[in-house]
């Protein structure tokens, strides 16, 4: 389970809004499975149907998560006009079987639908989120 405070949740849905209709993506940061904060990424594709992270963006993360004392708990993306399931780009692109792959759909722009997984190999695990 992974447990992600109302206001890191909303911030990540408004980015997905806010990007739209391009994929949005980005980092969870937190400890023992409690975020602490969301890191918004530059989706360098400007794509509806994929994303690649601005390398430069992710090492700036990676030292200010370092730094914070946290890691990095999972890997955000939106899905602009799909269910919020693992597309097989997104299954191939998971390098990091130990964190949360974590996907909103935008499909319906008044209901944002959020799902974790883990993904490792072929092998997808949904994981509970609690928004609290």
Same mark, same amino acid.
Request: negative net charge; hydrophobic residues 40%; aromatic residues 8%.
């Given at each position: 389970?992974?447990?992600?405070?109302?206001?890191?949740?909303?911030?990540?849905?408004?980015?997905?809004?806010?990007?739209?209709?391009?994929?949005?993506?980005?980092?969870?940061?937190?400890?023992?499975?409690?975020?602490?904060?969301?890191?918004?990424?530059?989706?360098?594709?400007?794509?509806?149907?994929?994303?690649?992270? $601005?390398?430069?963006?992710?090492?700036?993360?990676?030292? !200010? @998560?370092? /730094? %914070?004392?946290?890691?990095?708990?999972? #890997?955000?993306?939106?899905?602009?006009?799909?269910?919020?399931?693992?597309?097989?780009?997104?299954?191939?692109?998971?390098?990091?079987?130990?964190?949360?792959?974590?996907?909103?759909?935008?499909? $319906?722009?008044?209901?944002?639908?959020?799902?974790?997984? !883990? @993904?490792? /190999? %072929?092998?997808?695990?949904?994981?509970? #989120?609690?928004?609290?």
């Amino acid at each position: 389970m992974i447990q992600i405070p109302k206001a890191t949740h909303d911030e990540m849905v408004a980015h997905a809004k806010g990007v739209y209709p391009q994929e949005a993506c980005g980092f969870l940061v937190g400890k023992d499975g409690l975020a602490k904060y969301f890191l918004p990424i530059e989706n360098m594709d400007h794509s509806t149907v994929t994303y690649t992270m $601005d390398p430069r963006q992710q090492l700036k993360a990676f030292k !200010r @998560i370092s /730094g %914070d004392g946290l890691e990095l708990l999972g #890997i955000f993306h939106s899905h602009v006009a799909s269910a919020a399931d693992p597309s097989q780009t997104d299954r191939q692109m998971a390098f990091y079987p130990e964190v949360s792959y974590l996907i909103v759909s935008l499909a $319906d722009m008044n209901r944002p639908d959020l799902k974790s997984f !883990r @993904i490792a /190999g %072929d092998h997808v695990t949904a994981e509970e #989120i609690r928004v609290i």
